[in-house]
């Protein structure tokens, strides 16, 4: 059983950032793929971000965090990030970690265990 626990979430105004935290504990950080989605109020969960158990390869939804968000991770500190810059109301969502094995992807379906999420509130 894996436990993730997601901080750093707040109301932001936008064009500003925010650092969102996700805390591993209950298995070996490193040999997880760890994920990063979002979901918005009366919207679908949504991919935003992946990366691989090394933290060698990574994916960014190419449409809504390419170019203003980044995916990092220490494995040391069991914990992986979402670096947000540039934000816009459009971003307002709970922002969820996930976690599954082996290859990086985008659907949510094959993430095994998820946090309780933080909110992200972008005010224009």
């Known amino acids: 059983q894996v436990q993730l626990v997601e901080s750093g979430g707040g109301l932001v105004e936008a064009g500003g950032s925010l650092r969102l935290s996700c805390a591993a504990s209950?298995?070996?950080?490193?040999?997880?793929?760890m994920g990063w989605f979002r979901q918005a109020p009366g919207k679908e969960r949504e991919f935003v971000a992946t990366i691989s158990m090394g933290g060698g390869s990574s994916l960014l939804n190419p449409i809504t965090a390419k170019g203003r968000f980044t995916i990092s991770r220490d494995n040391a500190l069991n914990t992986v990030f979402l670096q947000m810059n540039s934000l816009k109301t459009e971003d307002t969502a709970v922002y969820f970690c996930a976690v599954k094995t082996w290859t990086i992807s985008t659907r949510a379906d094959e993430y095994r265990y998820w946090g309780q999420g933080t909110q992200v509130t972008v005010s224009s």
């Open positions: 209950g298995g070996t950080f490193s040999n997880y793929v």
